[in-house]
T-cell receptor
Framework: GNSVTQMEGPVTLSEEAFLTINCTYT??????LFWYVQYPGEGLQLLLK?????DKGSNKGFEATYRKETTSFHLEKGSVQVSDSAVYFC???????????FGKGTRLSVIA | GAVVSQHPSWVICKSGTSVKIECRSL??????MFWYRQFPKQSLMLMAT?????????EQGVEKDKFLINHASLTLSTLTVTSAHPEDSSFYIC?????????????????FGSGTQLSVL
């Protein structure tokens, strides 16, 4: 089956620290990969995506590279801010007509 | 941008009662909405796909008679947890697909509500 595994949280970092949230996947086909973010009290929002191997998605200083050889899509940011505190979800889909498959989510807390 | 409103944000109810959760697309029409559930420390799991004007499609292991889904209009889908029990306590979240969106990617047409935390005593 299709599944997403992401690192357990919560993750607590000081402002300007480097962030990595690991995400690996298993899929029966060739998936598109996503990172969603949920800020407190809000719905999930698409943060970035990659649709083929070696693609790099980026947004708001976050990056993730689609690694087919390691079936991974790790999220990174060089310098986190307090405003980045949120829950981050890694997800995949095999086609535009199939629902997203999510990881468990990783809660990030950034302290000043 | 497109907005999906989900209510209530949290609800506490007694065992045996029914709880209705609403998911509304505020500025677009959604022929398809998805309902997810997340137990503590678990993944968001798809429960069902709600199609306007037709019966919902439930994922394996989800009781359709317990989790009633109604998608009577292009902007509203409801999930009713009937005869709720403590084991139904979970985080429920909906998403809606904007068929009229200008984005070409799957993700550019999918928008999420803020979720409902259900606690059954």
């Amino acid at each position: 089956g299709n599944s997403v595994t992401q690192m357990e949280g919560p993750v607590t970092l000081s402002e300007e620290a480097f962030l990595t949230i690991n995400c690996t996947y298993t899929a029966t086909g060739y998936p598109s990969l996503f990172w969603y973010v949920q800020y407190p009290g809000e719905g999930l929002q698409l943060l970035l995506k990659a649709t083929k191997a070696d693609d790099k998605g980026s947004n708001k200083g976050f990056e993730a590279t689609y690694r087919k050889e390691t079936t991974s899509f790790h999220l990174e940011k060089g310098s986190v801010q307090v405003s980045d505190s949120a829950v981050y979800f890694c997800a995949l889909t095999l086609s535009g007509n199939t629902p997203l498959v999510f990881g468990k989510g990783t809660r990030l807390s950034v302290i000043a | 941008g497109a907005v999906v409103s989900q209510h209530p944000s949290w609800v506490i109810c007694k065992s045996g009662t029914s709880v209705k959760i609403e998911c509304r697309s505020l500025d677009f029409q959604a022929t398809t909405m998805f309902w997810y559930r997340q137990f503590p420390k678990q993944s968001l799991m798809l429960m069902a796909t709600s199609n306007e004007g037709s019966k919902a499609t439930y994922e394996q292991g989800v009781e359709k008679d317990k989790f009633l889904i109604n998608h009577a209009s292009l902007t509203l889908s409801t999930l009713t947890v009937t005869s709720a029990h403590p084991e139904d306590s979970s985080f429920y979240i909906c998403s809606a697909r904007n068929v009229g969106g200008t984005g070409k990617g799957f993700d550019e047409k999918l928008f999420f509500g803020s979720g409902t935390q259900l606690s059954v005593l």
